[in-house]
């Protein structure tokens, strides 16, 4: 028996929700099927990916740790093969690791009938981050998930449609080499302690991020894309960071983000009018860091 299911790509922090906001984006998907056995029935987890890049050993893969902790807490003893076709490019910070989590989640729910509740679901998933964070983050989880905008932590996932003219542009530095564990390098740089200033800084506008999603209001979600406190130190690892965003803003971005730990960059806009524009400047401003990239306009 098996069972398949898809999940999209995300973005996650949205500047100042360090940890605490996705944004799921209607764009890249990653397809996992979960096929169960139970001739030899030693619970072995084999790994099949379309990417030779993923790891194949279960315990280093996300959709594999995602299916060992859902194997070890429901009893099941079968072999399972988890065969994953991924669409989102690992290691650019856009949900990668995420969506096969997500996917593997769902996939192995509904393959045993385990009617889990989507709260649950989501801490299933986010065992999947482990593999490239080092620990568990729920942030992209939760969106690829749930879908739309997700504010969470430990236990809680709130769950907010995003206004319909709220339009994103990525640009993924494809021909940037990423470090190996790349999420886990840039965590390991963050700050340890944050002045109070910075804090009430990010605190107001993650406030005003989740009152813009609340109110439907595109300019009022970009106005509180602004982080004092990650966005500093991470740009660093990202050539090109300071002229992808300024192009972009020329030429008509709202705000502009690095797209979870990065590489990425991520563009918000009220309407798709300016969007080929604004992805052609981010595209501009990579190159002339010597980065080639691929830019995609998509909605939540
Ligand atoms: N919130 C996480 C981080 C997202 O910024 O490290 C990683 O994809």
Redesign the pocket.
Known sequence: KSRTAVAPCST??LGPG??VFGLALDALKDKVVIKASSTAGDRKITIKSSDQAIPAVAESNSAGLVVKSMMRDFHIGDDIEVQVTKGVPAGY?I?SSAASAAAAAIAFNALYNLKIDRNRLVEYAAEGEIAS?GIK?Y??VSASLLGGFVIGSKGQFIRIEPPRDLFLVVAVPLSMQVPEKK?EV??SILPKDVPLKSVVHNVSGAATIVAGFALKDVEMIARGIDDVI?EPVRKHLIPGYDSVKQNAMSAGALAVTIS??GPSMIAFLKTCKNANMVAAAMAKGFEEAGVKSRTFVCRP
Request: no cysteine; proline share 0%.
């Open positions: 996650a922090n360090y940890d910070g949900g964070a983050h942030d992209n999420t840039a965590r990650v979870g730990a």
